[in-house]
């Protein structure tokens, strides 16, 4: 059951700083270091350097997603970082990404408002997500700011676009995905997410992935040890984790 109370990602997030933190910690850069060195990263970036500040929570968000993950996406987190420096730097974003949908639910269920609305309409606001977010997490001033972090990152890694009036935005181009280890990679992230078995059908056009173009064989995953592949009737498949 996913707890409704944490909601963790309360900052604005650049993706040259997730960039950096991945290939350092692909290069086995130990942890204390890693955060040493984004302290100085960030010093001339984020103001608020005291102990609680804002420097020390965009760190705190930065370590959680790539660094300081809970113990069942430990070895996720390190097959990803092993597919890091492998592929483009657009194929990246996607790593970014589900990192952050697996360590944070808020992200994921964000994600997937904003594929429901664009799958309606061109353009949606940040209020629409809000209100779509609240039914879910509560009506709290923490909520919408969370919102807002969110719908920034993603603008600020150009997975949004942002349109002429204030506050409205639209999702670019999906990015396609050529790597066949990200591929597998990826649908992990999704169904770490979504916590339950899904159908081929229920993945492929899930809202929240609305930023990729991800397709699937069954025969291929069947070999994977992350996967279990049930058929329900002829051509009917889902997909569960093991």
Same mark, same amino acid.
């Given at each position: 059951?996913?707890?409704?109370?944490i909601?963790g990602?309360?900052r604005?997030?650049q993706?040259?700083? *997730?960039d *950096? &933190?991945?290939?350092?910690?692909?290069?086995?850069i130990?942890h %204390?270091k890693?955060r040493?060195?984004?302290?100085?990263?960030?010093?001339?970036?984020?103001?608020?350097?005291?102990? @609680?500040?804002?420097?020390?929570?965009t760190?705190?968000?930065l370590t959680? &997603?790539?660094?300081n993950?809970?113990?069942?996406?430990?070895? /996720?987190?390190?097959?990803?970082? @092993?597919?890091?420096r @492998?592929?483009?730097?657009?194929?990246?974003?996607?790593?970014?990404?589900?990192?952050?949908?697996?360590?944070?639910?808020?992200?994921?269920?964000?994600?997937?408002?904003?594929g429901?609305l664009?799958?309606?309409q061109d $353009?949606?606001s940040?209020a629409?997500?809000?209100?779509?977010?609240i $039914?879910?997490?509560g009506?709290?001033q923490?909520?919408?700011?969370?919102?807002?972090?969110?719908?920034?990152?993603?603008?600020?890694w150009?997975?949004?676009r942002?349109?002429?009036?204030k506050?409205h935005?639209?999702?670019?181009? %999906?990015?396609?995905?050529?790597?066949?280890?990200?591929?597998?990679?990826?649908?992990?992230?999704f169904?770490?997410?979504?916590?339950?078995?899904a159908?081929?059908?229920?993945i492929?056009?899930h %809202?929240?992935? /609305? /930023?990729?173009k991800?397709?699937?064989?069954t025969k291929?995953?069947?070999k994977?040890?992350? /996967?279990e592949?049930?058929?329900h009737?002829? @051509?009917?498949?889902? &997909?569960s984790l093991?």
């Amino acid at each position: 059951m996913v707890d409704r109370k944490i909601i963790g990602f309360d900052r604005k997030i650049q993706l040259e700083w *997730l960039d *950096l &933190i991945a290939d350092w910690a692909s290069q086995g850069i130990p942890h %204390p270091k890693i955060r040493e060195e984004l302290d100085s990263v960030l010093a001339d970036q984020v103001l608020g350097n005291a102990k @609680g500040g804002a420097r020390s929570k965009t760190i705190t968000v930065l370590t959680r &997603i790539w660094l300081n993950v809970p113990k069942h996406l430990v070895e /996720f987190r390190d097959e990803g970082l @092993g597919i890091f420096r @492998g592929i483009s730097s657009k194929e990246r974003k996607l790593l970014h990404l589900g990192m952050t949908m697996a360590n944070y639910r808020f992200v994921f269920d964000v994600l997937t408002q904003i594929g429901r609305l664009a799958n309606l309409q061109d $353009e949606f606001s940040t209020a629409q997500i809000d209100r779509r977010i609240i $039914e879910e997490w509560g009506n709290t001033q923490r909520v919408s700011r969370s919102v807002r972090h969110v719908i920034q990152s993603l603008r600020l890694w150009m997975i949004l676009r942002q349109m002429d009036y204030k506050g409205h935005y639209r999702t670019e181009n %999906p990015i396609a995905v050529k790597s066949k280890k990200l591929k597998k990679w990826m649908l992990h992230a999704f169904l770490l997410s979504y916590c339950k078995p899904a159908s081929i059908d229920t993945i492929t056009n899930h %809202p929240s992935l /609305f /930023f990729m173009k991800l397709e699937l064989n069954t025969k291929d995953l069947a070999k994977t040890k992350n /996967f279990e592949i049930i058929n329900h009737s002829l @051509g009917d498949y889902s &997909i569960s984790l093991r």
